[in-house]
Each structure stands twice: as C-alpha cells, then as structure tokens.
Nanobody
Framework: QVQLVESGGCLVQPGGSLRLSCAAS????????MGWHRQAPGKVRELVAT???????NYGDSVKGRLTISRDNAKNTVYLQMNSLKPEDTAVYYC??????????????WGQGTLVTVSS
C-alpha cells in the first residue's frame, strides 16, 4: 500500500508564509497526480492545487497567485508554498495522490491532514 504523511502545519500570522510537505512511501511503482485539498470548519473540502508527474499544475480560484504547488519525483514528495496567508486560509490541509503499486494496482490515497491556522 501507499502512505502519505503531511507536515508543516502550524499557527501563522496573517500575511505570513508557510510550506507544507507530503511524502509518499510504500510499495510504489509510480505516482501520477498529487495534490492538496483543504477543509475549513463547517465547510466542504475544496481543491487547493494539483500537479502531474510532468509538473503541470492546476489551482483553485481562491488560492491562485498566493499558493504554489511543486513536487520532487525522486523523493515522492509534494510541497505547498503558502504566501500572503489570510484568516480564511485556516483549514486542515489534506494531501492526495494517485499511484500505481509494484503490483500495478492503482490506488487513490489521502493523508491524515495537517492543520494550518492563520490568526493574529
């Protein structure tokens, strides 16, 4: 199987910056798309950003221009650089990946989430 472990969530002041990381491990043959979603209190989970194995990116409308997704394929890791943070960015951020196992089985995996709180 594949496990995703997020890190980097914490309390940050409005206008501040933060970088989230998500590392995939397990019986991985290859990883296709990786991405970040978030869920704020009382709201539905929403897309933040996705990135293909070739580096093509897609962003949710609410974060365009402020958040940047990147990945290191050699490390099976995806990052989310968050700048100019706003209180409305407060949420649990979830990492997601679509991967082929060494058995060639395709799995869609989610991490357990990391909390980002933007507050003064």
């Amino acid at each position: 199987q594949v496990q995703l472990v997020e890190s980097g969530g914490c309390l940050v002041q409005p206008g501040g910056s933060l970088r989230l990381s998500c590392a995939a491990s397990g019986s991985i043959f290859s990883i296709n798309d990786m991405g970040w979603h978030r869920q704020a209190p009382g709201k539905v989970r929403e897309l933040v950003a996705t990135i293909t194995s070739g580096g093509s990116t897609n962003y949710g409308d609410s974060v365009k221009g402020r958040l940047t997704i990147s990945r290191d394929n050699a490390k099976n890791t995806v990052y989310l650089q968050m700048n100019s943070l706003k209180p409305e960015d407060t949420a649990v951020y979830y990492c997601n990946a679509g991967a082929y196992l060494v058995s060639r089985t395709y799995v869609d995996v989610w991490g357990q989430g990391t909390l980002v709180t933007v507050s003064s």
